[in-house]
């Protein structure tokens, strides 16, 4: 009978130890991001999720630049924010008078029907820019993206920049100056073309 009971603890033990198990899994199951609002195609936010070389076309900056390009890379994230950092932010662009902090945003995706082709990424991001010789910041600036999925591994689309300033009348230092860029919105202003073509090209383990 001893033994029996031994038997029938280990055996309750281990039914509870697999059902604590099972109710783990499913909470950490409930407590990922779903995306609700994605009407059951979970196919299109993992199209995006994962890091990604950029490329901008400098063409639109300077004639003198057409062809080249303006290297970054970008990591979007599965709750739909992402950080994008390309060359100019420490300065390494020498047709460049600024440097900048890495890009903080947000993401998003529309336009379903069905077909990938049809996804369309939408994005908004912040950075601080600075004077290259100084250092000293000078203002914020806002970039826009509108992305399709080619497929799996790339994005095309395009980025509209803007740009708000601070107040650098001294004798108080810029970085002390500078609006709350959520706030004040509105205030920004178109800074530099519209629509500058940039492509997104996924960085795939092995390769």
């Known amino acids: 009978m001893k033994t029996v009971n031994n038997v029938l603890s280990k055996?309750?033990?281990?039914?509870?130890?697999?059902?604590?198990?099972?109710?783990?899994?499913?909470?950490?199951?409930?407590?990922?991001?779903?995306?609700?609002?994605?009407?059951?195609?979970?196919?299109?936010?993992?199209q995006v999720v994962g890091t990604w070389y950029v490329a901008l076309d400098a063409g639109p900056f300077d004639p003198n630049l057409a062809g080249l390009n303006l290297s970054g890379l970008a990591h979007f994230h599965s709750d739909r924010?992402?950080?994008l950092s390309d060359a100019g932010d420490f300065g390494?662009?020498?047709?460049?008078?600024?440097?900048?902090t890495p890009q903080y945003g947000a993401w998003d995706v529309s336009g379903w029907r069905g077909r990938p082709d049809a996804w369309v990424i939408s994005g908004t991001s912040l950075f601080l820019e600075g004077d290259k010789e100084t250092g000293e910041v000078f203002g914020w600036s806002k970039v826009q993206y509108v992305i399709k999925v080619i497929d799996r591994n790339h994005l095309v689309g395009t980025i509209s920049a803007f740009f708000l300033p601070c107040d650098n009348s001294p004798p108080v230092p810029s970085p002390l100056s500078c609006p709350d860029p959520v706030a004040n919105a509105s205030a920004f202003m178109p800074a530099s073309p519209p629509d500058v073509p940039v492509t997104f090209t996924r960085i795939v383990a092995g390769e």
């Open 81 to 83: 924010t992402f950080i």
């Open 11 to 46: 055996f309750c033990t281990h039914r509870l130890n697999f059902a604590a198990l099972i109710m783990v899994f499913a909470a950490l199951l409930a407590g990922s991001p779903t995306y609700a609002s994605d009407r059951g195609n979970f196919a299109a936010p993992r």
């Open 92 to 100: 390494a662009q020498s047709f460049l008078p600024t440097v900048a």
